[in-house]
Nanobody, 122 residues
Framework: QVQLVESGGGLVQAGGSLRLSCAASGRTFSTYAMAWFRQAPGKEREFVAT????????NHADSVKGRFTISRDNAENTVYLQMNSLKPEDTAVYYC???????????????WGQGTQVTVSS
């Protein structure tokens, strides 16, 4: 069982930066692939980025590639999402997820956090 708690969301102007954190409980954190998804009002939850359990493989959605970076610290049981050059269309609730498989598919993830709001003003 893994419990996930996101933090770091907030209101930022377009062009600004935020760093999201996701703290995980449980001694098996380092065996899980981790991912970030986001959901804007009226839209489906969409993939943002994923990282494998060792941290040497990452994959980012085309919409955030070059602006967002996922990373993890297994010693701290934490995964991060560094978001730079933010745009109003990045506004959404961002969710952290853990799963056994390194995947872009949300159905591959068994554990989810409660989400953190990111709002980008123009």
């Amino acid at each position: 069982q893994v419990q996930l708690v996101e933090s770091g969301g907030g209101l930022v102007q377009a062009g600004g930066s935020l760093r999201l954190s996701c703290a995980a409980s449980g001694r098996t954190f380092s065996t899980y692939a981790m991912a970030w998804f986001r959901q804007a009002p009226g839209k489906e939850r969409e993939f943002v980025a994923t990282i494998n359990w060792t941290g040497d493989m990452t994959n980012h959605a085309d919409s955030v590639k070059g602006r967002f970076t996922i990373s993890r610290d297994n010693a701290e049981n934490t995964v991060y999402l560094q978001m730079n050059s933010l745009k109003p269309e990045d506004t959404a609730v961002y969710y952290c997820a853990a799963g056994a498989v390194y995947s872009r598919n949300r159905r591959a993830y068994d554990y989810w956090g409660q989400g953190t709001q990111v709002t980008v003003s123009s």
